[in-house]
């Protein structure tokens, strides 16, 4: 199975490997009873933390995700999701306010099928947006029973607003060999606060150049690949990664997101043998 280890401060303990229900498991091309037999697969492999969020596909992402863990035990597994980010007439927009937090999460506990999720991010806020009483919502919803931790999306400065609100519980980050120094300052900003860490793009440094699209979810890998910077230009293999992610120590759980049941296999069978006490490098 997939070893597990602390979350931050929190208490609670999960699988350093979890799986992200994102935008290619809302889309047309990736077929509902394929997505859910893979989060029934990744289930049965120990990866049991799976993160997902409303603006996959207008909740599509979240009704597969309901529908997939219908057949679990929902003890087993922990579960994320997220608001704040939405889209509208083909433009991404923010909704930072109390009611529209509300009712974002609300929406999300109806298309998962739960009572609860164990964590709810807020994606982005900036420091304005972090309103008294958008934070005063969110403590009610925590005591309402909706969400057990309170986490933060972020990658820039609003890493520190977040911070300085000691209500949050969880960071999701970027966190891979390549980050920038004023990244790296954030994350161990949040560590040394006591935060557990959610690493994302952890796959980053292995993008070192294209490759022939064999699917529509190619696209994407292409497309970030085009869009990076130098640093992902010098790549690193996909197990050297998640080395890096995982058995460090440099995040709690490393995220990511296939829709190939080869690759959630492989990267299951890595985090298996992987040392968990070694130190970055």
Not at 15 to 27: E, R, Y
Not at 47 to 69: H, N, S, W
Not at 75 to 93: I, P, Q
Not at 261 to 280: G, I, M, V, W
């Amino acid at each position: 199975m997939i070893p597990r280890r602390p979350l931050g401060a929190t208490g609670a303990e999960i699988p350093v490997l979890g799986l992200g229900i994102s935008g290619p498991h809302a889309a047309a091309w990736t077929r509902a009873g394929h997505t859910e037999k893979l989060i029934r697969r990744a289930a049965a492999l120990g990866v049991t933390a799976f993160d997902t969020a409303p603006f996959y596909g207008a909740g599509e992402a979240e009704t597969r995700l309901g529908r997939a863990i219908e057949e679990l035990d929902r003890d087993t597994l922990f579960l994320s999701t997220k608001a704040g980010t939405y889209r509208e007439g083909g433009t991404w927009k923010k909704d930072f306010s109390a009611e529209g937090v509300r009712a974002s999460l609300e929406a999300s506990l109806a298309r998962l099928g739960v009572g609860a999720v164990d964590a709810f991010f807020l994606h982005g806020p900036s420091a304005d947006q972090m309103t008294d009483g958008l934070m005063t919502a969110l403590s009610d919803m925590k005591a309402e029973g909706k969400y057990r931790y309170l986490g933060m999306c972020g990658r820039g400065d609003e890493i520190y607003a977040a911070l300085d609100t000691r209500a949050f519980d969880l960071l999701m980050a970027p966190v891979h060999v390549r980050l920038t120094p004023p990244e790296a300052k954030r994350i161990s900003a949040a560590r040394d606060a006591g935060l557990g860490l959610f690493g994302i793009e952890i796959f980053s440094p292995s993008m070192g150049g294209p490759r022939i699209p064999t699917r529509p979810a190619d696209l994407r890998v292409l497309a970030k690949w085009a869009r990076g910077d130098r640093r992902m230009r010098s790549y690193l293999k996909p197990d050297e990664c998640l080395k890096y992610a995982v058995a460090s120590g440099a995040c709690d759980c490393a995220l990511f997101s296939t829709t190939r049941l080869k690759h959630l296999e492989a990267n299951a069978d890595a985090a298996r043998t992987l040392d968990l006490n070694q130190s970055p490098s």
